[in-house]
């Protein structure tokens, strides 16, 4: 693996990452109601469940899709799909108001934040599809162990930086305001990197 494949894996993971899904409404909610010291331990718990959809794709579907090429096949549309999906969404819901923050909710503690974050990331469908239709697709099965490791270091770090950003932004009132300002134009750009990800990894 060349170092330019290598921050390619990254960057299109942290396009995925970054757009609004349900782990982003939950990491906003948190961080509105329980303030930054949870928000932050939540973000560690998406990314470790990153970590994990990230090795369960690289360790286990390389073989099946090795074994059932039709199968890596039909993966890579459903993939390229679900990006375009994504961006489809993102433009539809652009101009939708952010959720409100439930400012009732009592404080956790770190490792329950934790737990949470990595119990939520783990059953949320858009990483299931994303690590295995998308990511799948873009390390080959003979990478280097060593390149397997930094990306899987890269997965920790983009997931869990990005959503520590959330977590400052939204538990401060005044970034909050401004980005719900902005919201439309952020979505629509989001949106339209996803798309054109979306129709690379199909003709490629």
């Excluded at 934790?114 to 990331?121: C, E, I, K, L, Q």
Aim: hydrophobic share 65%; charged share 10%; no cysteine.
């Amino acid at each position: 693996m060349t170092l330019a494949a290598f921050a390619s894996i990254v960057l299109i993971h942290l396009a995925a990452a970054i757009s609004p899904g349900p782990s982003f409404v939950v990491a906003l909610r948190v961080a509105a109601a329980e303030g930054f010291r949870v928000a932050a331990a939540l973000a560690l718990g998406f990314g470790l469940g990153a970590v994990l959809w990230a090795g369960a794709a690289m360790a286990g579907l390389a073989l099946v899709f090795s074994v059932l090429p039709a199968l890596f096949l039909a993966l890579k549309f459903v993939g390229a799909a679900f990006l375009i999906y994504l961006a489809v969404q993102m433009w539809r819901h652009a101009a939708t108001p952010m959720p409100a923050p439930q400012t009732d909710t009592p404080p956790r503690s770190a490792f329950a934040a934790v737990r949470f974050g990595f119990v939520t990331f783990a059953s949320n469908p858009k990483p299931a599809i994303f690590f295995g239709a998308v990511f799948v697709n873009l390390v080959p099965a003979a990478t280097p162990l060593g390149w397997k490791a930094a990306i899987l270091l890269a997965v920790l770090l983009n997931e869990t930086l990005w959503y520590l950003i959330v977590a400052r932004v939204f538990s401060l009132p005044r970034p909050r305001a401004a980005y719900a300002r902005a919201k439309a134009w952020i979505d629509r750009g989001f949106g339209t990197l996803l798309a054109l990800l979306g129709l690379k990894i199909a003709l490629t």
